[in-house]
T-cell receptor
Framework: GNSVTQMEGPVTLSEEAFLTINCTYT??????LFWYVQYPGEGLQLLLK?????DKGSNKGFEATYRKETTSFHLEKGSVQVSDSAVYFC??????????????FGKGTLLTVNP | DARVTQTPRHKVTEMGQEVTMRCQPI?????VFWYRQTMMQGLELLAY????????DSGMPKDRFSAEMPDATLATLKIQPSEPRDSAVYFC??????????????????FGEGSRLTVL
């Protein structure tokens, strides 16, 4: 079956530090990959996505590259801000038959950025 | 600004009581999901629907949980009877899946703000 493994948190950084949150996946088909972000007290919202190998998703200074050879989709940001404090979820959507396009989420990584 | 609307935002109830949570998906979306979030388990998929038909409810305890879509603008999740272990935040999410092309445009889900349930 499909699964997503992401680094356990919490991650605590100082403002302007470099961020990496690791994510690896297992899928039976050829999935699309996503990062969702959840700010305190809110629902999840899509941060970025990539639909095929070597694609790079980017948004709000965050980037992640779809690496088929290592089955990874690590999230990076060069300089984090206090406002980036949130829980980050890696997810995949397998478009192959039988999976019905549902999303499989990792357990989430709590990021806290201190001023 | 289209958004997924969930009610109630907060619910405190006693063990054994019936709880109904409601969700209004974004107009035009054909897929609706119910997720449960807890600190211990993270996000768990409970059920999902496409074009109002249930596709997968294997994540739901069948003896006490039920999910329905009486029409395209309303999805409900009912717990009867509720138990303390049901305490969690329940999220509804909707999305648009375009079928027939072999690729779809799946994955971008729009989440509601959640219903925080506390069962005493």
């Amino acid at each position: 079956g499909n699964s997503v493994t992401q680094m356990e948190g919490p991650v605590t950084l100082s403002e302007e530090a470099f961020l990496t949150i690791n994510c690896t996946y297992t899928a039976t088909g050829y999935p699309s990959l996503f990062w969702y972000v959840q700010y305190p007290g809110e629902g999840l919202q899509l941060l970025l996505k990539a639909t095929k190998a070597d694609d790079k998703g980017s948004n709000k200074g965050f980037e992640a590259t779809y690496r088929k050879e290592t089955t990874s989709f690590h999230l990076e940001k060069g300089s984090v801000q206090v406002s980036d404090s949130a829980v980050y979820f890696c997810a995949l959507s397998d478009l192959s038959g039988g999976s019905n396009y549902k999303l499989t989420f990792g357990k989430g990584t709590l990021l806290t950025v201190n001023p | 600004d289209a958004r997924v609307t969930q009610t109630p935002r907060h619910k405190v109830t006693e063990m054994g009581q019936e709880v109904t949570m409601r969700c209004q998906p974004i107009l035009g979306h054909n897929t609706v999901f119910w997720y449960r979030q807890t600190m211990m388990q993270g996000l768990e998929l409970l059920a999902y629907f496409r074009n109002r038909a249930p596709l997968d409810d294997s994540g739901m305890p069948k003896d006490r949980f039920s999910a329905e879509m009486p029409d395209a603008t309303l999805a409900t999740l009912k717990i009867q009877p509720s138990e303390p272990r049901d305490s969690a935040v329940y999220f509804c999410a909707s999305g648009l899946v375009r079928l027939g092309t072999g690729t779809g445009s799946a994955g971008e889900l729009f989440f509601g703000e959640g219903s925080r349930l506390t069962v005493l």
